[in-house]
C-alpha cells in the first residue's frame, strides 16, 4: 500500500507513543501506523519576525516520520490568528457577525499554505496519497497543484461547512471553494454539510453538476461525502473505570452524597454555547426548586485562543454569569455551579463522565461534538445517564433516537429537558443508553478513516 501523508495545521504531541490530544489525533495516527507514512505540520513553536526557519524537524518513531515546522510570528497573526480563526471559524459556526476580514491577512494565509507546501514538497513521493484536514487549509491542495504535485489529495473538514449565503460573507468565498475543488475526495462530518457545501458549487460555480457522492467541474470529477467522525467506545469505559476509586473522583462523590451531577467539557470558544447553557441552569434553578440544593453542575472550561479578542470576550461573560448564578443560589452547604478554566488528564475526565447523571453538551453550533459521544461511551451499563445535547451538534445526527435534543437558543425549553434528564426513569435511560452505544459501534473511529481513505483511492485521476 502507498504511504499516507496526514498534514494539518498542528502535529499533535505524542507521549509514551500515542497522542495526548483527543479524537482526531488518535484517529490520525492509528492510521499512519497502519499505513506508514509522515505527518505533516506545525509543531506550535513561534518564532519572532517576519521571516520563517525554513528547516523541517524530522522525527521517526514506529512507522511513522513527524515532520514538523516552526511558524514566523508575523505568519501566525496572519495565517492562523487572523484569517483561520478570526474570519473563517465565525462564518463557518454561523456567526459572521464575529467574523472579521483583513485582505492582508488572507494572503498571509496563501502564503502560508504554499510556503507549507514548499517544506513539504522533498519529502513526497509520486506515489503518496495526501490527507489534508481542516480549514486552516483549504487551498492546500491548489498550492500542491501549483507546485507541480500530481498526488492524489483528500481533505476532511472537522466544522460545520455554512450555508451558501453564508459562506458568502467572507469575501474571497469563490476563491475559497474553487480552491477546495482542487481535491480529489472532500469529506464532510454530516450529511447537511455535504448538501451546504454542494449547493454552494451548484449554485455559484457555474458549469458544474452534482452526482451521486460527486462533483462534476470543469471536467473533473471531485468526490464529496459525509464521514462522521468517531471515537473508540471500549477505550473510552475503560478510561473511565481508571479513576473510578481515585482520590478525586471518591471525594468528589462523597461531596455530593444524594446530590445529582451534571457535566459539561469544552474549550472555552463561544461556538460551544456556554452562557446560553449556564443561563439555561439558572432557569432550571428558578423554575424548579426541587432541584435547589440537589444538583451540581460541573462546567469544565480550559481557556483557548486567548490572544482573539472575541475569546477574551466571552471568558469576562461566564465569570459574571458564573458569579451570578452562584451568588443567587448557593448555600453553606451547596453551591450550584463548579466553572473550572483548566485542563484534566484524558482519563479523569472519562471518570467524571460515569460519575455524571447528565451529560450538558448545548454547543450552537459544532461540526461534530465529541464529547457528547465520549459521555455516552463512558456511562455505566446498568445505570446510565442522560445525554442532553443541542441540535446544532454534528453528533445529533447520528444520536437524535437516544439524546435528549435541545436548541440552545431557547432557555425554557433546556430547562424542561434538563429537569426531564434528571428525573428520567431507569428503563429510559438504558434504553436511550443502548441505542447511542450501538451506533457509537457501528460507526468508530476506524470506520471514519477506513471509509474516507477508501473513497480517496477511488477518487480522481491521478497521473
Ligand atoms: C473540532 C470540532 C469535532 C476537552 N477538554 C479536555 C480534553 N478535551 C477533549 C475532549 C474531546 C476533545 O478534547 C474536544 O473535541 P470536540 O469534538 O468536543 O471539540 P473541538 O476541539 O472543537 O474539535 C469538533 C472535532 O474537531 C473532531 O473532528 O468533533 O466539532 O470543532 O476529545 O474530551 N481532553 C483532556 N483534558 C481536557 O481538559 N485530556
Known amino acids: 500500500m502507498s504511504r499516507l501523508i496526514v498534514i494539518s495545521n498542528r502535529v499533535a504531541p505524542i507521549a509514551e507513543g500515542k497522542p495526548t490530544a483527543g479524537g482526531l489525533a488518535v484517529g490520525v495516527f492509528d492510521a499512519l501506523k497502519q499505513a506508514g507514512g509522515i505527518w505533516f505540520g506545525w509543531n506550535g513553536e513561534i518564532v519572532e519576525g517576519s521571516t520563517p526557519p525554513d528547516d523541517v524537524r524530522l522525527e521517526s518513531r514506529d512507522n511513522i516520520t513527524y515532520a514538523t515546522v516552526a511558524l514566523a510570528r508575523n505568519d501566525y497573526d496572519l495565517y ?143 468526490g464529496v461525502g459525509a464521514y462522521p467522525i468517531g471515537i473508540y467506545p471500549e477505550e473510552i469505559q475503560r478510561l473511565s473505570l481508571k479513576h473510578s476509586r481515585s482520590r478525586q473522583i471518591t471525594n468528589l462523590k462523597q461531596g455530593l452524597v444524594q446530590r445529582r451531577l451534571m457535566v459539561s467539557v469544552d474549550r472555552l470558544d463561544y ?38 479578542e472575541q475569546y477574551r470576550q466571552i471568558r469576562r461573560q461566564l465569570e459574571s454569569a458564573a458569579g451570578r448564578i452562584n451568588g443567587r443560589f448557593s448555600d453553606l452547604s451547596w453551591t450550584p455551579l463548579r466553572y473550572i478554566n483548566k485542563s484534566f488528564d484524558r482519563s479523569l475526565l472519562m471518570s467524571l463522565f460515569r460519575a455524571s447523571q447528565v451529560g450538558y453538551v448545548t454547543p450552537l453550533r459544532d461540526g461534530m461534538n465529541l464529547v457528547a459521544k465520549e459521555y455516552v461511551a463512558a456511562q455505566p451499563p446498568d445505570d446510565p445517564g442522560v445525554l442532553v445535547l443541542s441540535e446544532f451538534a454534528g453528533a445529533a445526527e447520528e444520536l437524535e433516537e437516544g439524546a435528549l435534543l435541545v436548541n440552545p437558543y431557547d432557555p425554557d425549553g433546556m430547562a424542561e429537558r434538563l429537569h426531564r434528564a434528571l428525573t428520567m426513569p431507569l428503563p429510559e435511560r438504558r434504553e436511550r443508553y443502548e441505542h447511542m452505544l450501538q451506533r457509537l459501534n457501528d460507526n468508530n473511529l476506524s470506520h471514519w478513516r477506513d471509509r474516507f481513505l477508501h473513497d480517496l483511492q477511488e477518487s480522481g485521476t491521478p497521473g
Open 271 to 308: 461556538s460551544k454555547g456556554l452562557v446560553e447553557r449556564f443561563t439555561a441552569f439558572e432557569r432550571l434553578l428558578e423554575t424548579k426548586s426541587e432541584h435547589r440544593g440537589q444538583v451540581s453542575f460541573i462546567q469544565i472550561a480550559p481557556p483557548s485562543r486567548s490572544d482573539v
Open 80 to 222: 492562523y490568528r487572523g484569517f483561520s480563526n478570526g474570519t473563517l471559524w465565525p462564518v463557518f459556526h454561523y456567526r459572521p457577525d464575529l467574523s472579521s476580514y483583513d485582505r492582508r491577512e488572507y494572503a498571509g494565509y496563501l502564503r502560508v499554505n504554499e510556503w507549507m507546501v514548499a517544506r513539504l514538497k522533498p519529502l513526497i513521493k509520486p506515489e503518496d496519497r495526501l490527507w489534508v484536514h481542516d480549514y486552516h487549509l483549504l487551498p492546500f491542495a491548489q498550492a500542491c497543484r501549483r507546485a507541480g504535485l500530481r498526488n492524489r489529495i483528500g481533505f476532511f473538514l472537522h466544522i460545520p461547512f455554512p450555508a451558501e449565503q453564508v459562506m458568502a460573507t467572507v469575501p474571497p468565498h469563490q476563491e475559497l471553494v474553487e480552491a477546495m475543488c482542487e481535491y480529489d475526495q472532500l469529506g464532510f462530518q454530516t450529511d447537511s454539510d455535504r448538501r451546504a457545501f454542494t449547493d454552494y458549487v451548484r449554485r455559484r460555480l457555474g458549469g458544474s453538476r452534482v452526482v451521486d457522492r460527486a462533483i462534476e467541474l470543469d471536467g473533473k470529477r471531485i
